[in-house]
Structure formats: C-alpha cells, structure tokens
C-alpha cells in the first residue's frame, strides 16, 4: 500500500461563485459572471451561480460533511464583491463575516481553512469603473483587498493562495471571450496576465504583514505537462511553444523574475503587444512564495499548424480514456509535471490545489451514487504523485476538485466533479463512493492498489 509522509495534507476545494449562491445577500455587489451569465448563450442551459450549492446558508452543516469525510484541509475562494461590493471603497462587514463563521466552523472542527483570494468573480464595478484586469488600476485595488481581508482573517488563516489560474482569468477572460468578462482581443490578455502576476506580488507582502511569522502565501496555477503529436522538430517546437503559454508565461516571473523571451517575442510578432512593465514589477512578481499550487486535470498534445493564428499550432486528442469534460485521464503526466517543477524551478512546496474528474453522476432511488470512475481517477493521481513524491517532488498536500457538485462555469450543472453529489432542485447533498473512498485514503494516509 503506498503511504505518503507523515503530515501529507488530505483536502478538497471550491470556490465563491460555483457554490455559495445567495448573490445579493447581505450587500454583495454583482461580479462580472453575475453579468456574464445574463448573456443569452453564453452559459449551458442558461445556468446562472445565483442559488449554486446555496452553501453561503449551508456552511455548517457543508462543514460537518468535510469533518464526516475526515478532511484536514478546505481550499475555498472568497467573493470579492462580497467583501468590497464596489471593489474599493466601502467595506460590507456583513460579506466579511460570512467568512469568519466558515473560517470558525472549520477550526471547530480541525480543519485548515486555505483561502484562494481571487477565483475569478471580479466585482463587476471594477470592470465597468476601467476595464478590469487589463487596467493597472486593478493592482492597488486588489492589494486593498488582500488587506482588508487579511485583516479580518489572519490571526486564524495562514495558508493563502492570491489567484486561481490566471491563465484562466487572463486569456479565457480578455482574449478568447470564453469566460466573464467575455473580451475577445488578444492583447487584453497579455495586458491582464502582467497585473494579475504584479496583483499577486503586491498582495503577498499585505497578507504576511497581517498574518504575523507563521503566514504562508502561494499562487494555484494551472499547469500542463505537453507532449508533441509528432518527434518532428515542428511539433517538438509547438510542444515547447504550448509549454511556453501555459505554464513558462506564469512559473518564470514567479520563480525566476522574468516572462519567456520565446513567448514575449511571439506576442510581440503575432499580436503587436508586450507586458507593459514598470521599473520594479518583476521583483513584486518573484518575490519568494511560501508554496506553488498546481491544478492538474489532463495533459496537453500538439501538432504545428501555420494556419491557427498566433500560436500555430492545434491540440490533439491521443486514443485513451477521457472524462465528461472531454479531457484525456493522464497521470502519468502529473508525475512528470511534479519532478520537471522540482528540477526547473526548486520550489519550497507543492500542493496539487485541484485535481478531479467529472462523470455523469446519478443517485439511485436508495440514495447512493456509484462513481468507480472517479474514485479510479482519484487513485490513479494519488500514486503518480506518490511516486513523484518518492522521486524528490516536494509534494506536501492534495486537494480533491471538489467537494461537491457545482456550477462548472460555461458549461453551468451540466458536468459534476463532486465527491459529494448535489441535488440543485433540493439542495439535498450524498456522499458518493468515491467519496467514501477518499475518506479512507485519509485515515491510512494512503491507499490500497488494486
Ligand atoms: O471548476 C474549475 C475550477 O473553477 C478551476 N479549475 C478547473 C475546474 C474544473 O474545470
């Protein structure tokens, strides 16, 4: 049975917007989903995050499920808007207390709050007041933010993570109009990946100021590991240039103070733009994290092609198994993903902040959900990162995406990632087998093959 080191932390995560509902209780602001979703067609069956999990009213009994599962820690995001409903300005005490009873709850209960500050619910008064994330009047609104939370927060939190993948949050949101805010300009996204990174560098010194000696800050990014189609030398070149994108574009500034020349240049050349930096921004951006975050769900697999604009070059789908997502179940490449990060960057930690599957998940008339799928997902991952672990990786905790069914963004309820099943009609919450499963992985600290 692989068991992992002593003090391995067993976790799950969520975020604001896909889960807490109650959207304009208690003086929350409207986010930029909020607005995002109104939008005819942009969201799978006209979904919306207004009721979700409704576990803004439900956290306690939410967190006597995680006590149930044998959690030790709780990644969750909290709402910008919630706390500042215009972004800047005027505190809500109300949004901020909400916060404080999870935060309480969780204590109660031995379980590690690990906050993420930004999981891309923009209040939506930034976006309106100068374009968002783009604008580099975001920076000193989101370390105000930072602050004012980490006021409240820090003497019980001590984990923090700035951002959720601002690869998301930049180019899904500014350049391919996938997500809120829906901007489709290719250069908006550059623009907003450099004060997304500035955003994190600015905010870690406000967090630790706050928090006192034992206050740790990291960053969730989402990292492939990218195989090329082909061993041609232009494939091979598309695989570096996809690498480049996903993960060099953010794990350079933060490790090494600089963005990937490669990278910059076909920006430059492809798009006519480059990160607009100011004296002192690349220091912000590596100043030393506590841990890294890594969000793993599938690799990437590339062939080049001259006629895709900018990047020149198209994902393939390999012959293997894939999730409801449509995304290729691969864990070996998790394990090269966390020795290569060991090797090129020499973080402090890791944590994988999220890796899960979503299966079409159904609860029989009993009341029960049979997801071996997931559970096999689960398993698959936790010994390539035993075995990454075993080969030097400083791996140190895994959260499970997610602790419950969700809104999946643009895709809405249509796909469920849960360990715990939601019903969106009643709110009724069951505990599948993977999560089951799971809860014995955490009392062995470990797991049986078979
Ligand atoms: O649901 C998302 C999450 O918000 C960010 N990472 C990927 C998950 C699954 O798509």
């Not at 306690?60 to 909290?78: N, P, T």
Request: hydrophobic share 40%; proline share 6%; aromatic share 12%.
């Amino acid at each position: 049975m692989p068991v992992f080191p002593d003090g391995f932390l067993w976790g799950a995560a969520t975020s604001s917007y896909q889960v807490e509902g109650a959207v304009s209780a208690d003086g929350r602001g409207p986010s930029i989903w909020d607005t995002f979703c109104k939008l005819p067609g942009k969201i799978a069956g006209g979904d919306t995050g207004d009721a979700a999990c409704d576990h803004y009213n439900r956290c306690h009994a939410d967190v006597d499920i995680m006590a149930g599962l044998g959690l030790q820690a709780y990644r969750f995001s909290i709402a910008w808007p919630r706390v500042l409903p215009e972004g800047v300005g005027a505190v809500n005490e109300a949004g901020l207390d909400f916060y404080d009873r999870l935060v309480d709850a969780l204590l109660a209960k031995g379980i590690t709050p690990y906050p993420t500050l930004y999981h891309w619910d923009l209040p939506q008064a930034l976006e309106d007041a100068f374009g968002g994330w783009p604008s580099r009047e975001i920076v000193p609104a989101f370390v105000h933010y930072a602050d004012v939370v980490s006021r409240r927060l820090g003497d019980r939190v001590h984990n923090w993570m700035t951002l959720n993948e601002p690869w998301v949050s930049a180019f899904l949101g500014y350049s391919t109009g996938f997500h809120a805010p829906g901007a489709n300009d290719p250069a908006l996204g550059v623009q907003a990946s450099h004060h997304l990174l500035l955003a994190h560098g600015q905010a870690a010194p406000a967090l630790r100021a706050n928090g006192g000696a034992q206050t740790r800050v990291g960053i969730a990014l989402d990292l492939h590991w990218v195989d090329a189609a082909t061993d041609s030398e232009a494939d091979r070149a598309a695989a570096y240039r996809q690498d480049g994108i996903q993960n060099r574009w953010f794990l350079d500034p933060v490790f090494k103070g600089a963005y990937p020349e490669d990278i910059v240049e076909m920006y430059r050349r492809e798009i006519g733009t480059e990160p607009d930096i100011h004296d002192g921004d690349m220091a912000a951006i590596a100043a030393p994290i506590d841990f890294l975050g890594i969000n793993y769900y599938f690799r990437n697999v590339v062939k080049a092609d001259e006629s895709v604009p900018v990047v020149k070059m198209r994902a393939v789908k390999p012959e293997g198994e894939y999730t409801e997502m449509g995304w290729e179940v691969h864990p070996e490449s998790l394990y090269k993903l966390l020795v290569h990060l060991k090797e090129a960057y020499n973080p402090p930690a890791l944590y994988i902040t999220e890796n899960g599957a979503a299966f079409t998940d159904r609860a029989s008339p009993e009341g029960q959900v049979s997801d071996p799928r997931r559970a096999a997902y689960l398993r698959a991952h936790f010994a390539a990162s035993h075995r990454a672990i075993a080969a030097g990786a400083p791996l140190r905790g895994y959260f499970v995406w997610s602790l419950m069914d969700n809104f999946e963004w643009s895709f809405g309820y249509s796909k469920r990632f849960g360990i715990v099943y939601v019903d969106f009609e009643t709110q009724q919450r069951i505990v599948k087998q993977s999560g089951a499963w799971y809860a014995e992985v955490i009392k062995q600290n470990g797991f049986d093959h078979e």
